[in-house]
Protein backbone atom coordinates (compact mmCIF):
# COMPACT_ATOMS: atom_id res chain seq x y z
CA UNK A 1 0.00 0.00 0.00
CA UNK A 2 1.60 3.44 -1.09
CA UNK A 3 1.89 5.86 1.72
CA UNK A 4 1.25 9.76 2.26
CA UNK A 5 2.68 11.91 -0.59
CA UNK A 6 4.37 14.93 -0.38
CA UNK A 7 5.90 17.07 -2.57
CA UNK A 8 8.26 19.68 -2.98
CA UNK A 9 10.73 17.40 0.22
CA UNK A 10 12.38 21.00 0.32
CA UNK A 11 11.53 24.64 -0.73
CA UNK A 12 13.80 27.55 -0.14
CA UNK A 13 12.08 30.81 -0.53
CA UNK A 14 12.86 35.04 0.09
CA UNK A 15 10.29 36.42 2.87
CA UNK A 16 7.28 38.10 1.18
CA UNK A 17 7.25 35.41 -1.64
CA UNK A 18 4.44 32.47 -1.65
CA UNK A 19 4.83 28.76 -1.58
CA UNK A 20 2.36 25.98 -2.45
CA UNK A 21 2.73 22.37 -0.96
CA UNK A 22 1.12 19.00 -2.56
CA UNK A 23 -0.18 16.33 -0.56
CA UNK A 24 -1.39 12.73 -1.78
CA UNK A 25 -3.55 11.13 1.04
CA UNK A 26 -3.35 7.18 1.57
CA UNK A 27 -6.02 5.66 -1.05
CA UNK A 28 -9.31 5.02 0.56
CA UNK A 29 -8.63 7.66 3.42
CA UNK A 30 -11.22 10.56 3.98
CA UNK A 31 -9.62 12.43 6.48
CA UNK A 32 -6.39 14.57 6.17
CA UNK A 33 -4.42 16.38 8.16
CA UNK A 34 -1.46 19.31 7.77
CA UNK A 35 0.60 19.51 10.60
CA UNK A 36 3.52 22.01 10.92
CA UNK A 37 6.96 20.92 12.89
CA UNK A 38 9.00 23.57 13.84
CA UNK A 39 12.47 22.28 15.16
CA UNK A 40 12.68 21.27 18.32
CA UNK A 41 9.04 20.75 18.86
CA UNK A 42 6.29 18.09 18.07
CA UNK A 43 3.86 18.73 15.30
CA UNK A 44 1.00 21.05 15.33
CA UNK A 45 -2.00 20.69 13.56
CA UNK A 46 -2.84 23.63 11.03
CA UNK A 47 -6.12 21.87 9.10
CA UNK A 48 -8.20 18.92 9.36
CA UNK A 49 -10.35 17.99 5.93
CA UNK A 50 -13.24 15.48 6.41
CA UNK A 51 -13.39 14.61 2.34
CA UNK A 52 -13.84 17.99 0.76
CA UNK A 53 -15.08 19.54 4.11
CA UNK A 54 -12.73 21.40 6.78
CA UNK A 55 -13.34 20.06 10.06
CA UNK A 56 -11.08 22.49 12.27
CA UNK A 57 -8.89 25.25 11.03
CA UNK A 58 -8.53 26.97 14.47
CA UNK A 59 -4.85 27.03 14.32
CA UNK A 60 -4.52 28.26 10.47
CA UNK A 61 -2.91 31.86 10.58
CA UNK A 62 -5.93 32.93 7.99
CA UNK A 63 -4.56 35.98 7.21
CA UNK A 64 -1.60 34.35 4.90
CA UNK A 65 -2.19 30.25 4.86
CA UNK A 66 -4.89 28.52 2.94
CA UNK A 67 -5.39 24.83 2.14
CA UNK A 68 -7.79 23.11 -0.31
CA UNK A 69 -8.90 19.26 -1.11
CA UNK A 70 -11.24 20.06 -3.90
CA UNK A 71 -12.19 16.78 -4.57
CA UNK A 72 -11.83 14.69 -1.26
CA UNK A 73 -8.43 13.39 -2.32
CA UNK A 74 -5.08 15.35 -2.81
CA UNK A 75 -4.78 18.76 -0.85
CA UNK A 76 -2.74 21.96 -1.52
CA UNK A 77 -1.65 24.38 1.39
CA UNK A 78 -0.21 27.77 0.46
CA UNK A 79 1.59 30.11 2.18
CA UNK A 80 1.44 33.56 0.93
CA UNK A 81 3.17 36.30 1.68
CA UNK A 82 5.91 34.26 3.76
CA UNK A 83 7.66 35.75 6.64
CA UNK A 84 10.52 34.19 8.52
CA UNK A 85 8.75 32.34 11.19
CA UNK A 86 7.30 29.97 8.47
CA UNK A 87 10.43 27.64 8.41
CA UNK A 88 9.48 24.64 9.52
CA UNK A 89 8.40 21.21 8.35
CA UNK A 90 4.98 20.73 6.60
CA UNK A 91 3.93 17.42 7.46
CA UNK A 92 0.28 15.94 5.73
CA UNK A 93 -0.90 12.89 7.32
CA UNK A 94 -4.19 11.03 6.51
CA UNK A 95 -6.65 8.65 8.25
CA UNK A 96 -9.38 6.39 7.54
CA UNK A 97 -11.70 8.30 9.35
CA UNK A 98 -12.17 11.36 11.82
CA UNK A 99 -12.52 9.01 14.56
CA UNK A 100 -10.13 9.54 17.44
CA UNK A 101 -9.22 5.86 17.57
CA UNK A 102 -8.28 6.35 13.89
CA UNK A 103 -4.47 6.22 13.05
CA UNK A 104 -3.32 8.79 11.28
CA UNK A 105 -0.28 7.97 8.80
CA UNK A 106 2.43 10.57 8.04
CA UNK A 107 4.29 11.94 4.46
CA UNK A 108 7.92 12.35 4.80
CA UNK A 109 6.86 16.44 4.96
CA UNK A 110 7.92 19.51 2.92
CA UNK A 111 11.17 21.09 4.75
CA UNK A 112 10.68 25.21 3.78
CA UNK A 113 13.16 27.48 4.76
CA UNK A 114 12.36 31.10 4.50
CA UNK A 115 15.30 33.80 4.02
CA UNK B 1 -6.89 21.33 27.43
CA UNK B 2 -5.16 18.27 26.61
CA UNK B 3 -1.10 17.86 27.18
CA UNK B 4 1.75 15.93 26.64
CA UNK B 5 5.16 16.25 28.30
CA UNK B 6 8.12 14.09 27.20
CA UNK B 7 10.56 15.33 30.70
CA UNK B 8 13.22 13.91 28.59
CA UNK B 9 14.95 15.91 25.45
CA UNK B 10 17.30 12.77 24.94
CA UNK B 11 17.78 9.44 25.99
CA UNK B 12 20.94 7.39 26.06
CA UNK B 13 21.08 4.03 26.20
CA UNK B 14 24.26 1.05 25.46
CA UNK B 15 23.10 -1.83 22.60
CA UNK B 16 21.62 -4.51 24.07
CA UNK B 17 19.99 -3.00 27.53
CA UNK B 18 16.68 -2.04 28.11
CA UNK B 19 15.24 1.52 26.76
CA UNK B 20 12.47 3.37 28.81
CA UNK B 21 11.15 6.74 26.94
CA UNK B 22 8.97 8.44 29.77
CA UNK B 23 5.42 10.27 28.71
CA UNK B 24 2.68 11.58 30.96
CA UNK B 25 -0.41 13.26 29.65
CA UNK B 26 -3.83 15.15 31.06
CA UNK B 27 -6.95 14.65 29.02
CA UNK B 28 -10.44 16.15 30.54
CA UNK B 29 -11.70 12.94 29.97
CA UNK B 30 -10.47 10.00 29.13
CA UNK B 31 -6.93 9.26 26.42
CA UNK B 32 -6.46 7.66 22.94
CA UNK B 33 -2.52 7.30 23.07
CA UNK B 34 0.36 7.03 20.33
CA UNK B 35 3.69 6.59 20.05
CA UNK B 36 5.08 7.66 16.44
CA UNK B 37 8.78 7.82 15.82
CA UNK B 38 10.60 10.07 13.37
CA UNK B 39 13.71 9.64 11.43
CA UNK B 40 16.12 12.30 10.17
CA UNK B 41 14.22 14.00 6.99
CA UNK B 42 11.51 11.71 7.23
CA UNK B 43 7.87 11.74 8.17
CA UNK B 44 6.45 10.09 11.20
CA UNK B 45 5.61 6.50 11.37
CA UNK B 46 3.32 4.70 13.94
CA UNK B 47 4.64 2.67 16.40
CA UNK B 48 1.82 1.81 18.63
CA UNK B 49 -1.65 3.12 20.34
CA UNK B 50 -3.37 2.82 23.53
CA UNK B 51 -7.13 2.58 22.48
CA UNK B 52 -9.12 0.27 25.36
CA UNK B 53 -8.43 -2.69 26.92
CA UNK B 54 -4.63 -4.30 28.20
CA UNK B 55 -2.85 -1.65 29.52
CA UNK B 56 0.43 -3.29 27.97
CA UNK B 57 0.51 -2.50 23.91
CA UNK B 58 2.88 -4.18 22.08
CA UNK B 59 3.69 -2.41 18.37
CA UNK B 60 6.20 -2.32 15.31
CA UNK B 61 9.99 -3.24 15.62
CA UNK B 62 9.78 -4.94 18.84
CA UNK B 63 8.35 -1.84 21.20
CA UNK B 64 5.65 -1.59 23.77
CA UNK B 65 4.39 0.81 26.17
CA UNK B 66 2.42 0.70 29.11
CA UNK B 67 -0.87 2.67 30.07
CA UNK B 68 -0.87 3.65 33.65
CA UNK B 69 -4.43 5.67 34.31
CA UNK B 70 -3.41 6.71 38.16
CA UNK B 71 -0.14 7.87 36.92
CA UNK B 72 -1.49 9.37 33.56
CA UNK B 73 1.24 7.71 32.05
CA UNK B 74 2.30 5.88 28.69
CA UNK B 75 5.82 5.24 28.88
CA UNK B 76 7.10 3.32 25.37
CA UNK B 77 10.01 0.73 26.34
CA UNK B 78 11.87 -2.30 24.53
CA UNK B 79 13.92 -5.23 26.09
CA UNK B 80 17.06 -4.69 24.15
CA UNK B 81 17.56 -1.60 22.29
CA UNK B 82 19.56 -1.95 18.46
CA UNK B 83 21.71 1.04 17.83
CA UNK B 84 18.82 1.50 14.58
CA UNK B 85 16.29 2.27 17.16
CA UNK B 86 18.39 5.88 17.17
CA UNK B 87 16.03 8.95 16.36
CA UNK B 88 13.29 10.80 17.58
CA UNK B 89 10.48 9.55 19.38
CA UNK B 90 6.95 11.69 20.01
CA UNK B 91 3.99 10.58 22.14
CA UNK B 92 0.29 12.42 21.43
CA UNK B 93 -2.99 11.89 22.86
CA UNK B 94 -6.12 12.46 21.83
CA UNK B 95 -9.47 13.32 24.35
CA UNK B 96 -11.50 10.45 23.77
CA UNK B 97 -14.54 12.42 25.42
CA UNK B 98 -14.39 15.03 21.94
CA UNK B 99 -14.41 12.08 19.68
CA UNK B 100 -13.39 12.41 16.13
CA UNK B 101 -12.56 16.03 16.11
CA UNK B 102 -10.36 16.17 19.07
CA UNK B 103 -6.84 17.54 18.29
CA UNK B 104 -3.89 15.37 18.19
CA UNK B 105 -1.70 16.76 20.95
CA UNK B 106 1.74 16.03 20.33
CA UNK B 107 5.17 15.95 23.29
CA UNK B 108 7.72 17.88 22.28
CA UNK B 109 9.40 14.94 21.34
CA UNK B 110 12.69 12.72 23.15
CA UNK B 111 15.60 11.96 20.97
CA UNK B 112 16.88 8.11 21.91
CA UNK B 113 20.55 7.59 20.91
CA UNK B 114 21.78 3.91 21.36
CA UNK B 115 25.75 3.29 21.39
CA UNK B 116 26.90 0.38 20.42
Known amino acids: EAGVAQSPRYKIIEKRQSVAFWCNPI?????LYWYQQILGQGPKLLIQ????????DSQLPKDRFSAERLKGVDSTLKIQPAKLEDSAVYLC?????????????FGPGTRLTVL | AQSVAQPEDQVNVAEGNPLTVKCTYS??????LFWYVQYPNRGLQFLLK??????LVKGSYGFEAEFNKSQTSFHLKKPSALVSDSALYFC??????????????FGKGTMLLVSP
Open chain 1, 49 to 56: FQNNGVVD
Open chain 2, 50 to 55: YITGDN
Open chain 1, 93 to 105: ASSLGPSGTDTQY
Open chain 2, 92 to 105: AVRDMERGGYSTLT
Open chain 2, 27 to 32: VSGNPY
Open chain 1, 27 to 31: SGHAT
